[in-house]
């Protein structure tokens, strides 16, 4: 069936470093594929997203490729800051459903100042 | 503009209590979801209404929940005879249509003691 595989965390990096974070799915097909960001107290939000093979999706120095080769979406910085501490979620629409969504069970980052 | 809103942001209940959650959605939204996220995890689908009328229930954990849209607009999600098990994040979405971005309010957090 479909599922979302995140790399698990927290991963903890100090500021300005290099970030990724694993997104690898299952899916039939090709479906949109999404970022969303959860800040301390706050909702979901979402961060990025890409509707189809090979599209960059970007947003607040954030950047995740659509690769069907390796099904993957992994999520990267080039220079992360504190404020970006948070957990982030991989997700995509389920096959049967265009709004069931599909989720990660998402990783907490950590950003030492 | 005004996000979505969610009330009360946090709710303790004695088991075996009925508890009543409620989701005000970006104006003019059509569609509304309800997940639940337990701890460490990604948000669950439980229901989704277009306008007033739910079109998808099948996420729903068992016939103690019960959601509803009367007008359109507001949401209620109640929970009979609350469990321990209950005890998770309820988050409420909108988006404008159903192929849309789903905006997320910032949850409530229900524990059941």
């Known amino acids: 069936g479909d599922s979302v595989t995140q790399m698990e965390g927290p991963v903890t990096l100090s500021e300005e470093a290099f970030l990724t974070i694993n997104c690898t799915y299952t899916a039939t097909g090709y479906p949109s594929l999404f970022w969303y960001v959860q800040y301390p107290g706050e909702g979901l939000q979402l961060l990025l997203k890409?509707?189809?093979a090979d599209d960059k999706g970007s947003n607040k120095g954030f950047e995740a490729t659509y690769r069907k080769e390796t099904t993957s979406f992994h999520l990267e910085k080039g220079s992360v800051q504190v404020s970006d501490s948070a957990v982030y979620f991989c997700?995509?629409?389920?096959?049967?459903?265009?709004?069931?969504?599909?989720w990660g069970a998402g990783t907490k980052l950590i950003i030492k100042p | 503009g005004a996000g979505v809103s969610q009330s009360p942001r946090y709710k303790v209940a004695k088991r075996g209590q009925d508890v009543a959650l409620r989701c005000d959605p970006i104006?003019?939204?059509?569609?509304l979801f309800w997940y639940q996220q337990a701890l460490g995890q990604g948000p669950e689908f439980l229901t989704y209404f277009q306008n007033e009328a739910q079109l998808d229930k099948s996420g729903l954990p068992s016939d103690r929940f019960f959601a509803e849209r009367p007008e359109g607009s507001v949401s209620t999600l109640k929970i009979q005879r609350t469990q321990q098990e209950d005890s998770a994040v309820y988050l409420c979405?909108?988006?404008?249509?159903?192929?849309?971005?789903?905006?997320f309010g910032p949850g409530t957090r229900l524990l059941v003691l």
């Open positions: 997700a995509h629409p389920r096959r049967d459903s265009n709004y069931q969504l599909i």
């Open positions: 104006s003019g939204h059509v569609s």
């Open positions: 979405a909108s988006s404008l249509e159903i192929e849309e971005t789903q905006y």
């Open positions: 890409a509707t189809k």
